[in-house]
């Protein structure tokens, strides 16, 4: 049976640093606060943890004065910030850089739309922490949209500035914004701007193909990746015998009945190590 590991698989650059970060600041055993999952795959985590990283939540704040607390990948909203500083909390900002711009712009777009009584809008999921930060920019004055059912919370007889969480699907995007240009009252007071991250939707494309390939496919991502349900499911669309799985332990040998080749992959959140070890488990299996 042929295994292959997608080459384009696993973290991004907003991760590797975050996790670069992380490490270096626990080297000599230094304790490490991570404000949240500092990814989300929890065997990942599991092995920070295991080098002195804790995971805490905004609930913890309080207790944390005087010690050191990562801001991961997805950002966070300025009362974090606000609230650290007023506790003695140091804090080490690894935002990635493509959502921090993000956020400056959120600001730009509230602040155009504010003096002609436009509405910022936001394609995401609700509860994501990269949603969170994105709409505390402006103090949560923005309509967040997962789907096309949500456009009905926006008043289309307003301005509106649309905007995208990083990591969702570049189609699916052009698809709400077409639906809110089509709705608009007058469609020239519709602004679009397409923030998706390239480095995670240009492999929409490349997964199709890969997906492709191959027998059955195997798509490691842990539970929580919002990034890894879009991902998957572009596999799926590929090839019905994809399967969604976090953990080696979770392969099940009938998938592999008459199979001949194995194509491995998973999301920006997954790790190369986590990926081998897949790919040891299933020819094991073979």
């Known amino acids: 049976m042929y295994i292959e590991i997608d080459d384009k698989s696993g973290f991004c650059f907003g991760v590797v640093t975050a996790i670069t970060k992380a490490e270096k600041s626990m080297e000599g055993g230094r304790r490490l606060y991570s404000l949240g999952d500092i990814v989300h795959n929890s065997l990942e985590v599991r092995r920070l943890e295991s080098m002195g990283m804790k995971t805490v ?7 944390l004065s005087g010690q050191t607390l990562l801001i991961r990948a997805h950002g966070e909203p300025p009362t974090t910030y606000r609230q650290a500083e007023e506790l ?4 080490i900002d690894a935002t990635c850089p ?19 009584g436009g509405q910022v809008v936001i394609f995401g999921k609700r509860g994501h922490a990269e949603v969170i930060g994105l709409a505390g920019q402006i103090e949560e004055k923005a309509i967040v949209v997962e789907k096309e059912e949500d456009l009905d ?13 990083t990591t969702q699907s570049v189609d699916i995007f052009n ?29 929409e494309g490349h997964l199709r193909e890969f997906a492709g390939r191959f ?25 019905q015998r994809s399967y969604k799985i ?21 999301a920006t959140s997954t790790p190369k190590w986590l990926m081998r070890e897949m790919a040891d488990r299933i020819a094991s299996l073979g």
Request: with cysteine.
């Open 57 to 63: 939540y905004h609930e913890d704040l309080p207790s």
């Open 88 to 91: 003695g909390v140091e804090i």
């Open 98 to 116: 493509v959502v921090a711009r993000l956020q400056k712009l959120v600001i730009e777009a509230y602040e155009q739309m504010k003096p002609i």
């Open 153 to 165: 919370a926006v008043d289309f007889s307003r301005p509106v500035y649309l905007i995208s969480q």
């Open 175 to 203: 698809r709400i914004g077409e639906i809110i240009i089509e709705r608009a009252a007058d469609p020239n007071k519709v602004v679009i701007r397409d923030t998706i991250c390239r480095q995670v939707a240009n492999r």
């Open 215 to 239: 027998d059955v496919i195997v798509f490691v991502c842990g539970a929580k990746s919002s990034n890894g349900k879009v991902l998957y499911e572009v596999c799926r669309e590929a090839n």
């Open 246 to 266: 976090e953990a080696a332990d979770e392969l099940k040998s009938e998938w592999f009945k008459d199979c001949e080749s194995v194509g491995i992959c998973g």
